[in-house]
């Protein structure tokens, strides 16, 4: 019974994490040769200021990004 545990910055929409969680539900079950109902995801949204890439948060990050 695989379980699937995603982290990812919040911001996308419901039907992006949908779409995501089907497709990666449908590559499951076909690798590991398992059931639909076997397959386990959850999504863990971070927001962007506890999320960071060395001593800067995604929400600095992203900021320089939008300022340049």
């Known amino acids: 019974m695989p379980f699937i545990n995603v982290q990812m910055l919040a911001g996308r929409t419901v039907r992006q994490k949908d779409d995501f969680m089907k497709e990666v539900a449908v590559i499951a079950q076909r690798t590991l040769c398992v059931p639909e109902q076997a397959v386990t995801i ?20 992203q900021s320089d990004r939008v300022s340049d």
């Open 42 to 61: 959850i999504i863990n949204e971070v927001d962007h200021a506890h999320w960071s890439v060395g001593s800067r948060t995604m929400k600095e990050i």
